[in-house]
């Protein structure tokens, strides 16, 4: 699963050109993100979907690190307000839909103990 997913980010890679909306499905399961590395193109919309098939709370937040380290210590329960802060209730989907600059950014779940336990994935936006 892991592996088809990967395949087909890398394959929208080579196509996407313009105003191409790039599709990338993530999936929550056992406190996990599959696939936890993914490359995009820069500068197009990227629409994620994201699949919480866990019976627990996740949350998907993607940025630098230093917007990491503001939610590390943050106190914000619930997000969605932001496309970038996504809040996962359990056996839930939701979408989003963000434009990245090149670079490489994180997507990490803050809930407590979820980054050490392993959830954390790479999104690199290739320019
Ligand atoms: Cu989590």
Request: one cysteine or more.
């Amino acid at each position: 699963m892991a592996l088809a997913l990967a395949a087909f980010a890398a394959s929208a890679c080579a196509t996407a050109q313009a105003s191409t909306t790039t599709q990338i499905a993530i999936r929550i399961h056992y406190s996990h993100f599959e696939p936890n590395r993914i490359e995009v193109p820069a500068g197009v919309p990227i629409a994620f979907t994201i699949v919480n098939d866990d019976p627990i709370d996740h949350e998907w937040l993607i940025g630098d690190e230093a917007f990491h380290n503001r939610h590390r210590t943050g106190t914000e329960a619930a997000h969605g307000a932001r496309p970038d802060e996504v809040s996962l209730p359990p056996m839930s989907v939701r979408t989003t839909t963000l434009t990245f600059a090149p670079g490489t950014y994180t997507y990490i779940c803050h809930f407590p103990g979820h980054e050490a336990y392993g959830m954390v994935g790479v999104l690199v936006a290739k320019g």
